[in-house]
């Protein structure tokens, strides 16, 4: 079973910065990776994912604001959190995709991160 460590939340301001790091217990190189995010009383929501190739996609939501990266020898992702606003408060969660057009997870979940964008 793969696992999924999530870190690098915390308490943001707006108009600040977090970066948040994933990395998974075995090779990511061969899959399409995403960050997701569930805010309180709402459904997770993919807010950027990242091809084999490094190509990426963003929730219009996010896009100018998110950069996601990964770094294959590491087996981690990140997820580069700019110009925060009090709408992304939520626990970030990442997972592998199965396909890199579509939002479905490949893996169980981690604990997630939980960003906090307040003043």
């Known amino acids: 079973q793969v696992q999924l460590v999530e870190s690098g939340g915390g308490l943001g301001q707006p108009g600040g910065s977090l970066r948040l790091s994933c990395t998974a217990s075995t090779m990511i190189s061969i899959y399409p990776m995403g960050w997701y995010r569930q805010a309180p009383g709402k459904q997770r929501e993919l807010v950027a994912s990242i091809s084999v190739g490094s190509s990426t996609n963003y929730r219009d939501s996010v896009k100018g ?8 020898a590491k087996k981690t992702v990140y997820l580069q959190m700019n110009s925060l606003k009090p709408e992304d408060t939520a626990v970030y969660y990442c997972n592998a995709l199965r396909e890199f057009y579509g939002e479905r997870p ?6 997630g991160t939980q960003v906090t964008v307040s003043s």
């Open 65 to 72: 604001r998110f950069t996601i990266s990964r770094d294959n």
């Open 106 to 111: 490949r893996w169980d979940w981690g604990q």
